[in-house]
Structures are given as structure tokens and as C-alpha cells.
């Protein structure tokens, strides 16, 4: 399993823009698809974007694509999620997620989590 720290995290206007990074721990981060998900107070942790192993495949929730890209280096045991275009809804506490199977957008598909990274947008 790989150890997953997020980062990038804060308080942003809206319209504006945040980059999210996760950091892993382990020597099989490559073999892992890597997702982000959020969670807004009292509502259901959410699927936004995940990437292959490769990062030759992406994936978006339709309330995030075109605003939202997620990347990944290898090299550095690293993902990241840009986020621009940022609009109130987007606030939540957004994870980090591997998991070893293919794509999937069920968090209870996901082996490993970080323990979040709180975004805020203001109007």
C-alpha cells in the first residue's frame, strides 16, 4: 500500500485558482490509479477526477470538467489536481485516493486515502 499526503489547500475567491498535490510514500505508486475526491459538510464524499497508471486516460465529474485537470509524475511519487474557474460549490475537503484496480469513480473502490486538504471559495 502507499501512504498519501495532501497539500495546496485554502481559501480562494471565486474564479480564482488552487493546485492540490498529494505526495506517496512507497515504491508502487506506478502501479496505482490515483483519484480525487471531495466532501462537502453533510453531503457524500464525491468522485472529481482520476488518471491511469500511465496518465495516458483521465477521468472528470461533469461539475468539474473544463475547469479541473489532474496529472500525475511517476518520477516523483506525485498527483496533482489544478483547479481554476473555481465556484462556491466547489468547497469542500478534498482526498487523495489510490487504487490498484482500474478506473473507477466509487470510493469504495479505493484502497488507500489521505486524510484531506480543505478548500474554501468565496463569493
Known amino acids: 500500500q502507499v501512504q498519501l499526503v495532501e497539500s495546496g489547500g485554502g481559501l480562494v475567491q471565486a474564479g480564482g485558482s488552487l493546485r492540490l498535490s498529494c505526495a506517496a510514500s512507497?515504491?508502487?505508486?506506478?502501479?496505482?490509479?490515483m483519484g480525487w475526491f471531495r466532501q462537502a459538510p453533510g453531503k457524500e464524499r464525491e468522485f472529481v477526477a482520476s488518471?491511469?497508471?500511465?496518465?495516458?486516460?483521465?477521468y472528470y465529474a461533469d461539475s468539474v470538467k473544463g475547469r479541473f485537470t489532474i496529472s500525475r509524475d511517476n518520477a516523483k511519487n506525485m498527483v496533482y489536481l489544478q483547479m481554476n474557474s473555481l465556484k462556491p460549490e466547489d468547497t469542500a475537503e478534498y482526498y487523495c485516493?489510490?487504487?490498484?484496480?482500474?478506473?473507477?469513480?466509487?470510493?469504495?473502490?479505493?484502497?488507500?486515502w489521505g486524510r484531506g486538504t480543505q478548500v474554501t471559495v468565496s463569493s
Open positions: 488518471i491511469s497508471r500511465s496518465s495516458g486516460l483521465t
Open positions: 485516493a489510490a487504487r490498484s484496480g482500474t478506473y473507477s469513480y466509487n470510493p469504495l473502490y479505493y484502497d488507500c
Open positions: 512507497g515504491r508502487t505508486f506506478n502501479s496505482y490509479t
